[in-house]
T-cell receptor, first 114, second 117 residues
């Protein structure tokens, strides 16, 4: 069965500092991994995905994520945080066996402090 | 950029009443989904729909729920007899194709906030 864990409910970082939002996963077969961001009263916006290939994937708004198979992790990163990055971030996984639905983590609220 | 649109943005309904939530997926997308997010909790999968039939559904999606694509553009979620615990934000999503090899992202609407009184 698929599962996603986001161990931190809240991450605070100073503007201009690097940020990391953690995610670990468990799936049957090869994982398809996604990061979404949710701003207040809005839907989920796709940031980036890992399907295959390079372990470091780059996405929207300067975000990137590193796939680590041995640690079953897919942490979201950004070299220099902006105040506008403050939002709720969800990691999601889809297994490689054919089912198309996403399993989401519980979300991490990122606050970038000016 | 094309978007998934959902109406209404907020629906208030008496317990026991039927409610229909509407979605217009992105026009060239073939796979459609409903998710829900109870306040303060994670986003949960309800159902996926492809080729005019349900493809997958979760245990949340019981007999009180149904989905329909009544015409070429709309995709609806019906809750037959609403319960207090159905109060949540309901998100519609769509994706281009369904394939094991290509992980097409799902594009989400802004959601309908359903409040059951």
């Amino acid at each position: 069965a698929q599962s996603v864990a986001q161990p931190e409910d809240q991450v605070n970082v100073a503007e201009g500092n690097p940020l990391t939002v953690k995610c670990t996963y468990s799936v049957s077969g090869n994982p398809y991994l996604f990061w979404y961001v949710q701003y207040p009263n809005r839907g989920l916006q796709f940031l980036l995905k890992y399907i295959t290939g390079d372990n470091l994937v780059k996405g929207s708004y300067g975000f990137e994520a590193e796939f680590n198979k041995s640690q079953t992790s897919f942490h979201l990163k950004k070299p220099s945080a902006l105040v506008s990055d403050s939002a709720l971030y969800f990691c999601a996984v889809r297994d490689g066996t054919g089912a198309n639905n996403l399993f989401f983590g519980t979300g991490t609220r990122l606050t970038v402090i000016p | 950029e094309p978007e998934v649109t959902q109406t209404p943005s907020h629906q208030v309904t008496q317990m026991g009443q039927e409610v229909i939530l509407r979605c217009v997926p992105i026009s060239n997308h073939l796979y459609f989904y409903w998710y829900r997010q109870i306040l303060g909790q994670k986003v949960e999968f309800l159902v996926s729909f492809y080729n005019n039939e349900i493809s997958e559904k979760s245990e949340i999606f019981d007999d009180q729920f149904s989905v329909e694509r009544p015409d070429g553009s709309n995709f609806t979620l019906k809750i037959r007899s609403t319960k207090l615990e159905d109060s949540a934000m309901y998100f519609c999503a769509s994706s281009e194709v369904r394939t094991r090899r290509v992980g097409q992202p799902q594009h989400f609407g802004d959601g309908t906030r359903l409040s059951i009184l």
